[in-house]
């Protein structure tokens, strides 16, 4: 009877291996999401007034600065790119907001760096007046995940006699 030899199947299991690595590492194995995007209404916010007067409205999606003069609601949201990509394709910072007065919403992009913690404004939306719901977007630089991590603070200023509205912020391509 010839000797048992593991080669073979050592061999196969190998190759099973690096073809597996192979596939789950290539570039473009894991194709990146077209957008980030997020309801405002689903970030967290900030501070106690934001907290306990802000109005969120689930079923639109969005939320509500209390009638003014009021401190502003503000919210922070965490940008993930959940497919890993270290320098994501995103070209631009959208803002979908509904406030007659411009400057009442705003969406600044921040990249906090990792070692030192230090945070850096990369690119603020602004509103414009408008009537109804509205989208405003500015150009990104290009963001680096190995490097820092990134959030969005949305600001919702207190107008009198009317409740300015924070809908959504996206990273688009």
Do not use: E
């Amino acid at each position: 009877m010839p000797a048992f030899s593991t080669a073979p199947a050592a061999r196969r299991i190998t190759g099973a291996l690096v073809a597996c690595f192979a596939g789950c590492f290539a570039a473009g194995a894991h194709a990146q999401v077209a957008d980030w995007q997020s309801n405002v209404s689903s970030c967290t916010p900030a501070n106690d007034f934001t907290l306990v007067n802000a109005q969120v409205v689930a079923a639109g999606g969005y939320v509500r600065a209390p009638l003014g003069p009021n401190p502003p609601a503000i919210y922070t949201c965490n940008v993930l790119d959940s497919y890993n990509v270290i320098v994501p394709a995103w070209n631009w910072l959208r803002l979908q907001y509904n406030a007659p007065v411009a400057g009442a919403v705003t969406a600044a992009l921040y990249a906090k760096d990792k070692i030192t913690g230090v945070s850096v404004l990369q690119a603020t939306a602004v509103s414009a007046a408008s009537a109804g719901i509205a989208n405003v977007q500015v150009p990104l630089p290009a963001l680096n995940f190995a490097v820092n991590s990134h959030y969005i603070v949305v600001t919702v200023n207190s107008l009198a006699g009317f409740r300015t509205q924070a809908h959504m912020v996206t990273a688009a391509q």
